[in-house]
């Protein structure tokens, strides 16, 4: 198991109980402190505690979360916390458009488990280093 440096909280905005399990696994263990919440008002509300937003390093979310869609979701995110990074999954076919800000990513939902964890690694990265 890896952590890099202090331990950073990544948050996943995903219904799907199946899909969030897995990358919570994947993640956490790499990472060490992942949570989910089912929809985008329960993140908007956890950001806004700050002892929470303060270790928050990534949040990973559907395209299309429940509540808020997806681009709007992301909008109100980087209107409340400016630096934080976003990875957006969404379908193969879709096209990222919505999301041209340079700390959103998007990628296919189907990536594979390593691939993910590639892109989070390189994420929180980004973010340590914009912080320091």
């Known amino acids: 198991m890896r952590h890099p440096g202090p331990m950073t909280t990544i948050l996943i905005v995903d219904d799907d109980p199946l899909q969030a399990s897995l990358m919570m ?3 956490g263990r790499q990472f060490g402190n992942v949570c ?3 929809d985008a008002a329960d ?4 950001i ?3 002892e929470f937003a303060g270790k928050l390093g990534l949040v990973i979310s559907r395209h299309h979360p429940p509540g808020i ?3 709007a979701f992301v909008a109100e995110l980087r209107a409340r916390m400016p630096d934080l990074p976003v990875l957006v999954l969404g379908a ?3 096209i990222p458009s919505d999301y041209t800000d340079e700390n959103v990513v998007y990628l296919p939902r189907s990536i594979g488990g390593q691939k993910m ?3 989070t690694s390189q994420m929180l ?3 340590k280093n914009a912080v320091a």
């Open 25 to 27: 696994s994947i993640l």
């Open 36 to 38: 989910r919440v089912n």
């Open 43 to 46: 993140a908007l509300c956890l």
């Open 48 to 50: 806004e505690q700050p």
């Open 69 to 71: 869609g997806g681009p």
């Open 92 to 94: 193969d076919s879709a």
């Open 117 to 119: 964890v590639a892109v």
């Open 125 to 127: 990265a980004q973010r």
